[in-house]
């Protein structure tokens, strides 16, 4: 302000920094100008020149609503939950500080970055957002072909999960068949459910949608022989069939040697 009345002029030495107007100045961008003040020589008094240097700093971004995070599952990254619905006071971009992490279940809250288009006249800011991530579905993949057995077979048991997690395996008549670890075996003629299933665990997978049931036939063990045949009280007779010398016992077909045949 002069000290007496006489017009003042104004200018900067950056006009890209800041701007004078009339009596205003104005700042456009992070950097430094020197603005001078012109008192211009009247009648009574002499010019007089001031100049004062200023610094212009970035400025702060305003988060006027934070993002939502959009949930994800065990196993995923936070790269794959979506930020959503964020409201700032200039334009921009929100990110997760480090996209790689894999959190377990559960809700979690980790940093999140707002990156600002004009990166050369905003600073960018670290913020908490929250994210939910849920437990892993899992399924039980098997394919048993083999649902008829003879008493006295063993049968072994080859379900997984897609977890990796142990198959529980159970039987609905443990006089006709009993379980042993991961083997099956026949005991008595009849028939049995066998289910394969997969609960989950506390931390990380849900229990599988559904259990698998197969129907287990136990069959009574046939002979292996005419001798067992005979021994058992079927009586024997010989024939020919397509030429050649069979024999045959009960319901039983042999060779000529005594081998079964069917």
């Known amino acids: 302000e002069a000290t007496a009345a006489t017009d003042i002029t104004y200018e900067s030495s950056d006009s890209n920094v800041a701007q004078v107007v009339g009596n205003q100045l104005y700042l456009l961008r992070p950097g430094t100008a020197v603005i001078t003040a012109n008192a211009i020589e009247s009648n009574e008094y002499m010019s007089a020149t001031l100049s004062r240097e200023i610094v212009v700093d970035k400025a702060d971004v305003l988060i006027n609503v934070l993002p939502i995070a959009s949930p994800i599952t065990y196993g995923q990254s936070l790269a794959e939950s979506l930020l959503s619905n964020g409201e700032t006071s200039v334009e921009g971009v929100f990110e997760w500080l480090d996209p790689t992490i894999q959190p377990i279940p559960g809700e979690w809250i980790y940093v999140v970055t707002f990156t600002p288009v004009e990166t050369d006249k905003y600073n960018s800011i670290d ?11 899992q399924e039980i993949l098997w394919d048993l072909t083999e649902t008829s057995l003879e008493v006295g077979d063993t049968l072994y048991l080859a379900a997984i999960a897609t977890s990796g997690l142990s198959i529980v395996y159970s039987v609905d008549n443990n006089e006709i068949a009993r379980l042993e670890d991961n083997m099956l075996i026949a005991l008595a003629e009849g028939a049995v459910s066998l289910t394969a299933a997969q609960d989950g665990d506390e931390e990380n997978y849900v229990a599988a949608a559904e259990p698998i049931v197969y ?5 009574a063990k046939l002979p292996t022989s005419l001798q067992t045949t ?15 010398l ?17």
């Not at 908490?128 to 892993?136: A, D, I, Q, R, Y």
């Not at 129907?215 to 069959?219: E, G």
């Not at 069979?246 to 077909?253: K, N, P």
């Open 230 to 244: 005979q021994l058992g009280g079927a009586k024997a007779y010989k024939t020919f069939r397509n030429g050649q």
């Open 246 to 262: 069979v024999i045959i016992s009960g319901e039983h077909t042999y060779d000529a040697l005594g081998n079964l045949i069917r």
């Open 215 to 219: 129907l287990i036939t136990i069959n």
């Open 127 to 137: 913020i908490e957002v929250s994210v939910l991530v849920n437990k892993v579905a």
